[in-house]
């Protein structure tokens, strides 16, 4: 079946603009979460949904950054005045359940550069 | 909170050689340890993962082994291929009592596989 897509996959931002990048999770899956990737690092968590329900978002840099997922499917991260610092792959996960040992599957990642 | 440690951070195998890659964490209630692989500008894809009750798991010319007391766990990769040659994760689940929780990645190591 298909897999988590995320839309745009290149986004190029001038300092001060907003964007705003999707994930399409796999159909049925509860858990999404969103994790920021900087060149040469590991993924890092931004924050996580159960359906509809945003439990956790800890990991969000600043108030500028957030967000949503209205109906427990698709959700969308906004990033409100963008910064250089911002500028890394933005990537999404979904897993079936809610269960620690449930495998996290990924999107192919939004490459935001700020300029 | 969750630390993961990833050790080598670049690792150069001659084709048909084997690779060993080693990981540590802090919390000794984690029970779910996914190795994942990132090709240059694709997406992670999960390539096999261990749960607490198992020391060992293989598939194919991948082997993961775990030591839940000195808190380890490492990915094996026998007669090595070039195609192997990407950027492999660790993870491990910060848990909420066995519920879901993001992924917690090492730094990533580099494998190059020089035919």
């Known amino acids: 079946g298909a897999g988590v897509s995320q839309s745009p996959r290149y986004k190029v931002a001038k300092r001060g603009q907003d964007v705003a990048l999707r994930c399409d999770p796999i159909?049925?899956?509860?858990?999404l979460f969103w994790y920021q990737q900087a060149l040469g690092q590991g993924p890092e968590f931004l924050t996580y949904f159960q359906n509809e329900a945003q439990l956790d978002k800890s990991g969000l840099p600043s108030d500028r950054f957030f967000a949503e997922r209205p109906e427990g499917s698709v959700s969308t991260l906004k990033i409100q005045r963008t910064q250089q610092e911002d500028s890394a792959v933005y990537l999404c996960?979904?897993?079936?359940?809610?269960?620690?040992?449930?495998?996290?599957?990924f999107g192919p990642g939004t490459r935001l550069t700020v300029l | 909170g969750e630390n993961v440690e990833q050790h080598p951070s670049t690792l150069s195998v001659q084709e048909g050689d084997s690779a060993v890659i080693k990981c540590t964490y802090s919390?000794?209630?984690?029970?779910?340890f996914p190795w994942y692989k990132q090709e240059l500008g694709k997406r992670p894809q999960l390539i096999i993962d261990?749960?607490?009750?198992?020391g060992e798991k293989k598939d194919q010319r991948i082997a993961v082994t775990l030591n839940k007391t000195a808190k380890h766990f490492s990915l094996h990769i026998t007669e090595t291929q070039p195609e192997d040659s990407a950027v492999y994760f660790c993870a491990v689940p910060r848990g909420y009592g066995g519920s879901q929780g993001n992924l917690i990645f090492g730094k990533g190591t580099k494998l190059s596989v020089k035919p």
């Open positions: 261990i749960r607490s009750n198992v």
């Open positions: 919390d000794s209630a984690s029970n779910y």
């Open positions: 159909s049925g899956h509860v858990s």
């Open positions: 996960a979904s897993s079936l359940a809610r269960r620690s040992t449930d495998t996290q599957y």
